[in-house]
């Protein structure tokens, strides 16, 4: 999972973000990634058309954000719900979906 942030947050502002994420139960571990990370990332990921990224340095559009790890996928929708309301976070990103389907083949798994 991800959680994007705000611009323009100060150092403060991250720090006390990335505690109230290790502060929710179903989280195991976080990760920033600041801006300039990501547009490392994205540069890498690219290959050789990493060039269509250069110039953004100084005006980079990608927002800082935490990697997400959790501990049961059962309960990603509330963690979901709780990340979106840590003050700071814009959007979160997350497969649900993928989650869910793989919380029903556990439990089937755990019954047989």
């Not at 501990?71 to 509330?78: E, F, G, S, V």
């Not at 979160?92 to 755990?110: C, G, P």
Request: negative net charge; glycine residues 6%.
């Amino acid at each position: 999972m991800t959680a994007f942030l705000y611009d323009n947050l100060t150092a403060d502002d991250l720090e006390i973000i990335g505690i109230s994420l290790q502060n929710i139960d179903n989280v195991s571990q976080v990760r920033l990634l600041t801006k300039d990370e990501g547009l490392d990332t994205l540069k890498v990921k690219a290959g050789e058309d990493a060039d269509l990224y250069d110039g953004l340095e100084d005006n980079n559009p990608l927002p800082d954000s935490y990697g997400i790890q959790i501990k049961d996928t059962a309960l990603l929708r509330d963690t979901v719900v709780q990340v979106k309301n840590i003050t700071g976070v814009w959007k979160v990103n997350a497969q649900t979906e993928v989650a869910s389907t793989l919380a029903a083949v556990k439990k089937v798994v755990n019954y047989a």
